[in-house]
């Protein structure tokens, strides 16, 4: 089975954005991908690199005007979506993810750790998400995400793979000299939990960061089965067998030796977590 990442340059046009999203989504869709994810925040500039009150017109429901424009895009496949964007729900917002094929949104993933660092001042505009880790059932199998931050909350990988998710997206929007950190957590997360991790991150220049992409997707066995690509607009592509997944899940069964009584520690408060609450 296909799955694609899509990563573009964004500029401060959403129309325009959208247009090139479509165009490379068309792409993916020619080469029967069954799974397709975009960066975060897909088809904006990344306005959270500071505070900027002009920005809340850009926030969409998720049955909004965008999802249904891409929903029709998928009309005539079978594919599933993965649409990260800003999300409206009453009067609170969150950094989403929709998943979604032509006919129905299957659930929707909201980033549960909101980045509070410069340049990433994401808690001037997003709530913590407040859905749990949702795994989402599909017809080419259980997928869940997490978006950026989250990657590094290892428990929230553990949490998917428990609930029975095979394949995990993580959308991002990273800058600067981090790929070395990111490729490195993530083929620990998905070696230690039996996962496929696709990796989808943000790429071109734009007013205060330089998103570099180099999108990736890494097996259970921390083997590269996709990319990196490179730094500008490209639609990875990654052929995966969930077939070889279960034969590595007995080869390597992890998750049969956990002994969750020894690890009660884990849900306690720490002393820096009281003290501050920006960590």
């Known amino acids: 089975m296909k799955i694609a990442g899509i990563q573009f340059a964004c500029s401060t046009d959403r129309e325009r954005n959208t247009e090139k999203a479509l165009q490379l989504l068309a792409v993916a869709l020619r080469e029967d991908a069954k799974f397709i994810c975009f960066q975060e925040l897909f088809n904006l500039p990344w306005f959270p690199k500071d505070r900027d009150e002009d920005v809340w017109k850009y926030a969409e429901k998720?049955?909004?005007?965008?999802?249904?424009?891409?929903?029709?895009?998928?009309?005539g496949t079978d594919s599933i979506l993965i649409l990260p964007m800003f999300e409206r729900s009453g009067k609170k917002y969150f950094n989403t993810s929709v998943v979604f094929s032509s006919d129905k949104t299957i659930g929707t993933y909201r980033k549960l750790h909101v980045t509070d660092i410069p340049l990433w001042e994401e808690r001037?505009?997003?709530?913590?998400?407040?859905?749990g880790l949702p795994v989402f059932q599909t017809p080419h199998g259980a997928i869940g995400v997490q978006a950026s931050w989250d990657n590094f909350y290892q428990e929230g990988v553990r949490i998917l793979r428990m609930k029975g998710a095979d394949i995990i997206f993580a959308p991002t929007a990273c800058a600067f000299k981090s790929q070395h950190i990111w490729q490195t957590v993530l083929t620990g997360n998905a070696i230690a939990n039996g996962v496929y991790i696709m990796r989808v991150n943000r790429v071109g220049s734009e007013a205060m960061q330089d998103f570099y992409g180099m999108s990736f997707c890494v097996n259970p066995e921390g083997e590269l089965?996709?990319?990196?690509?490179?730094?500008?607009?490209?639609v990875l592509l990654a052929d995966i067998d969930l077939e070889y997944l279960q034969h590595v899940r007995r080869e390597w069964p992890i998750l049969k030796g956990r002994r969750p009584s020894c690890y009660k520690e884990i849900i306690m408060e720490v002393p820096w977590e009281k003290n501050d609450r920006s960590v």
């Open 62 to 75: 998720t049955d909004g005007p965008t999802v249904r424009l891409f929903k029709n895009a998928l009309k």
């Open 124 to 131: 001037s505009y997003f709530s913590p998400g407040n859905q």
């Open 225 to 234: 089965v996709g990319g990196p690509t490179g730094i500008t607009d490209s």
